[in-house]
Antibody, heavy 121, light 113 residues
């Protein structure tokens, strides 16, 4: 059974940093692209970033480019999102997703339960 | 960026009736070299993460009831629920994964009449 367990969310002041983690199990982690998608309270879905299975490709939404970094450790079956220079508008539930294929160009077929990031003073 | 526009924003349908949600992309998401539409539909029930229903525009995810179907190509896509069940109450999102950023539609809230 595929399982994605996010952690690392919390309350942070504007300008601060957080690192989200996503522990994956139930599939061969290294051969699938992985992504982060966020959802602000009461709002729709916003795609954040995607990384290829071998970390060969990474892409970001314009809203986070230069501030967020996606990475993965295939030896630990873990996906990360380093978030720097956080803003109030980054407040959201952050979902880790498994992509359907090894390429970044594929849909998200499994989603975690999410980890909540709140940026506020 | 590709803009995804769903219609309607909300929909109220009687149990057993057909529900139709549309999504229009600002540019084609059909990749000519493999003739695949890089397009998906997701369902999000209250308090739950989204769940993929349809991908490649018309491929139903394993375990998804066959009352859900996806159609369309290029820039215009449709999600059809042939006979609405109570458990289908949710917000439905379309998404393109043709080019980054992989944009979502604004969502369509489906309720029972």
């Amino acid at each position: 059974e595929v399982q994605l367990l996010e952690s690392g969310g919390g309350l942070v002041q504007p300008g601060g940093s957080l690192r989200l983690s996503c522990a994956a199990s139930g599939f061969t982690f290294s051969i699938y692209a992985m992504s982060w998608v966020r959802q602000a309270p009461g709002k729709g879905l916003e795609w954040v970033s995607v990384i290829g299975g071998s970390s060969d490709s990474t892409y970001y939404a314009d809203s986070v480019k230069g501030r967020f970094t996606i990475s993965r450790d295939n030896s630990k079956n873990t996906l990360y999102l380093q978030m720097n220079s956080l803003r109030a508008e980054d407040t959201a539930l952050y979902y880790c997703t498994k992509c359907e294929g090894g390429s970044c160009y594929s849909p998200s077929d499994y989603w975690g339960q999410g980890t909540l990031v709140t940026v506020s003073s | 960026d590709i803009v995804m526009a769903q219609s309607p924003d909300s929909l109220t349908v009687s149990l057993g009736e057909r529900a139709t949600i549309n999504c229009k992309s600002s540019q084609s998401v059909l990749y000519s070299s493999n003739n695949k539409n890089y397009f998906a539909w997701y369902q999000q029930k209250p308090g739950q993460p989204p769940k993929v229903l349809i991908y490649w525009a018309s491929t139903r995810e394993s375990g998804v009831p066959d009352r859900f179907s996806g159609s369309g190509s290029g820039t215009d896509f449709t999600l059809t629920i042939s006979s609405l069940q109570a458990e289908d109450v949710a917000v439905y999102y379309c998404q393109q994964y043709y080019s980054t950023p992989y944009t979502f539609g604004q969502g369509t809230k489906l309720e029972i009449k």
